[in-house]
């Protein structure tokens, strides 16, 4: 299997890269971060990445390839969810079908299993949620 932090990072800045993307958010490509990120320094909206699972579907429990589930939550503060449903809209469009490598990680046309609209996280905040999942393997 492929170690998890290196599937997680390829994730990131692989959207990181999807300007469609990054142009809705006031900190940009820096307003995107993995779902456990504890810093302060950041703006709403913004996204969150977290990788939710990897199963060896080679048989042989040893190397490569993988499925990975993993989600994309979109964060805003606005007091419509629109906002959150838009930018998910945008992340929907640009991984939809998407096949690409980055570093040492090769997703094979990544699934949108769910696109979650925007429901209250809390009293100030709105939680859009997209589950994708993926086969992958070494570049």
């Known amino acids: 299997m492929i170690s998890n932090d290196l599937i997680q990072a390829a994730i990131l ?4 890269a999807v300007t469609s993307v990054t142009t809705s958010l006031p900190d940009g490509a820096n307003g995107i971060k993995e779902l456990s990120y504890k ?13 939710e699972g990897q199963i ?9 390839p993988s499925q990975a589930d993993f989600s994309f939550y979109i964060f ?6 629109k906002e959150t ?7 929907v ?23 979650i609209p925007a429901i209250a996280q809390d009293e100030r905040t709105w939680r859009a949620q997209i589950r ?5 393997h070494t570049a």
Not at 56 to 64: P, R
Not at 132 to 136: F, N
């Open 39 to 51: 810093g302060t320094d950041f703006s709403y909206p913004c996204i969150r990445i977290a990788l």
């Open 132 to 136: 994708c999942q993926s086969t992958v």
């Open 76 to 81: 805003s503060e606005k007091s419509s969810s």
């Open 93 to 115: 469009a640009a991984f939809r079908g998407l096949s690409f490598s980055q570093s040492t990680v090769k997703f094979v046309k990544i699934n949108i299993l769910e696109n």
């Open 85 to 91: 449903n838009q930018i998910a809209g945008k992340v």
């Open 13 to 16: 800045a692989k959207i990181q």
């Open 56 to 64: 060896d579907i080679a048989g042989t429990n040893t190397h490569c």
